[in-house]
């Protein structure tokens, strides 16, 4: 076997001193899951940002649009739940890059993986995947991300992100729709591939996606047209005429308001219903619905189980395909691999889309929604090899060390506390909610939860906002009772501040 370059091992070996853990050394403490050598609490030193971190951002701005960016991390001396700004603030992390780091910062087995110059060769010689995949492509695919697939579910597609991911799903759903239009032939009429060189029917048909008020699904074209949860991601950019339903907002706490509740369920779904016999009778039929099972960015909003199966029942009854969106719910925050498993549906969803903490982009689907031709979904990368190998990591280490059990003790610790911050702050929180460590609670105004969001990060709390109220939390997999503790303590700090 190769020997692996020194140029390789250099960086690595930097990052495991400077992040205070040395490889096979390392002990994941049992009683905790806690990474050996992360920091005890957050410390804060400066303003944030930084003068650091300030500097830098003027050398962005410089070069593109960085009014986004809250501050510079260093990510070598970043560990496990607590990331470490260029000012040698450190935070701890409950927004996690927006859901997207299952294992917190620089797990030292996802590390190691570096170690192997096999996966070094993976990441240097990145293949396109829809015509020269290696040769153990079909083996990863079925021993990683198939042991993992929401049950039923035995086709997988990869991409690169949740946005494309949702981008390329709708096109599985139109060409399977067209297909059982045909009767079930693949075959196309000479009308139909001269008219959609022109983007006319028939070839070209007028269908659509129906999407739900609140919803994030991306910003790329299609995708966007689904996405209706802040207007800066839509405002100037063409968009396709869908139908667009109401999604139930509910009130809490939700035992004390079931009836109201399943009323909302039920305008809803005569909404859905209502909206497949309008586009159908406009000549646009709806070939499928895109929903999230937890609105993340439209404001962490909740649906029941209950709302959920009927939903299914009326895509199934309209002949349209069921995509479930779980790009920020998938991957175990909620305390299951996938939220949509806490449903109880009638059978898997006809697709399910998942990128962040799974690593790469893609969707599962039933065999039905396959293209029969090569090249009618395509692209070059259509994934990445190495982000497969992390994700192979990451499912060690949550079978491993429990993490799934873990998310459920450590959320049970965090609702529990949002909960009692409600009565002892009624005038500040409202309506706690959500599955798992999958969290948010909201404020009055969005005057309100932006101060709390900002003085959370004065002492060492990374989180964000969600929808107009919420504030959200998104911790790592392995976050646990003793950060929940560190968390709920900061923000009651800040809660009783606050005049």
Known sequence: MAHISKKWITPLKKIK??????????????????????PEGPTVKTDIPGPKSKQLIDELSAIQQAGSVQLFADYERSLGNYLVDVDGNVLLDVYTQISSMPLGYNHPDLLQLLNDPYNVKTIVNRPALGVFPGADWPKKLKNILLQVAPSGLNHVTTMMCG?????????????????????GSSDFSQEETESCMMNQSPGSPTLSVMSFQGAFHGRTLGALSTTHSKYIHKIDIPAFDWPIASFPQYRYPLHE?????????????????DLFAEFSKRGSPVAGIIVEPIQSEGGD????PQFFQELQRVVKKNGAALLIDEVQTGGGPTGKMWCH??????????VVTFSKKMQLGGYYHKPDFKPSQPYRVFNTWMGDPAKLLLLQGVLEVVRRDSLLDLVQKSGKKLLTGL?????????????????????????PSTKLRDDLVARLKKKGIQTGGCGEHSIRLRPALIFTPKHADIFLDRFRQVLKETK
Do not use: M
């Open 17 to 38: 001193q400077l992040s205070g853990f040395v490889q096979k050394t390392h002990t994941l403490r049992a009683a905790s899951t806690l990474i050996s050598g992360e």
């Open 163 to 183: 946005s494309c991911s949702n981008e390329n799903a709708f096109k599985n759903i139109f060409i399977w729709y067209q297909r059982k239009q045909r009767g």
């Open 257 to 273: 308001n079931q009836r109201e509740n399943d009323a909302e369920d039920k305008r809803c779904l005569a909404e859905v219903e």
């Open 301 to 304: 909003n909740e649906a029941s």
């Open 341 to 350: 498993e806490h449903f109880g549906l009638d059978g898997p969803p006809d």
């Open 419 to 443: 909960r009692s911050f409600e009565q002892e702050f009624p005038q500040l929180l409202h309506a706690a909610r959500g599955r798992g460590t999958f969290l948010a609670i909201s404020c």
